[in-house]
């Protein structure tokens, strides 16, 4: 039973060269139920504790020695299935959108509150999941990159009108399309295709 408990914990390593902000932020977490496995003041020794850890989530700061946070994001994204959490005291755009370019799927500006801290864990897990799904429908030797936006654009259409037409909130919304896909033994886009023309509902 325990074993089970701890399988679903999310997993998750903190690299941030503060170390009053990197040891509020383990305590955040564990008391929230998460597990720290591995922390760091660098950015290159992140890219390390993932490698080494496999953890489900990955916050790093922006500035930090031995690697920036975007370039370590990149370096993680690239080799492994982690989400990413970039924490920010600069709000510039340019930066936004290099995390972006490099897998970042959220990020958060410093100083932040607890109560900012986990939802936005939440959110940046929860499409991490669906992203994670949806790459599941085929392999790269498969699937080009061309089908995979397409698909992530219809499952996108159908996921909004599942939440506006039957007032869902966009984690079941995304939920019966994976399920019914799972059920119907169907691709996850084929499923919102049918949500879209409108010849299933909940």
Excluded: C
Aim: no cysteine.
């Amino acid at each position: 039973m325990t074993v089970t408990a701890k399988a679903t914990v999310t997993r998750v390593v903190i690299a941030e060269d503060e170390a009053i902000i990197r040891l509020d932020l383990k305590e955040i977490l564990i008391s929230a139920g998460y597990d720290v496995v591995g922390e760091t003041g660098r950015g290159d020794e992140a890219v390390r504790l993932v490698e080494e850890h496999q953890p489900d989530l990955a916050i790093l700061d922006i500035k930090m020695p031995g690697m920036d946070g975007i370039r370590a994001a990149r370096e993680i994204t690239s080799r492994h299935r982690v989400a990413v959490l970039l924490l920010t005291a600069f709000s510039q755009r340019d930066l936004i959108e290099d995390a972006r370019d490099a897998g970042v799927a959220a990020y958060l500006i410093k100083p932040f509150q607890p109560r900012e801290l986990l939802p936005a864990i939440a959110d940046v897990m929860a499409k991490a999941r669906q992203d994670w799904a949806l790459e599941a429908e085929g392999t790269p030797e498969t699937t080009s990159a061309e089908d995979k936006i397409a698909t992530r654009r219809l499952v996108d259409e159908a996921k909004a009108l599942l939440m506006d037409r039957n007032d869902l909130p966009e984690e079941e919304a995304f939920s019966f399309i994976q399920q019914t896909a799972m059920q119907t033994r169907s691709r996850m886009r084929d499923v919102a295709q049918r949500i879209v023309d409108g010849t299933l509902t909940p």
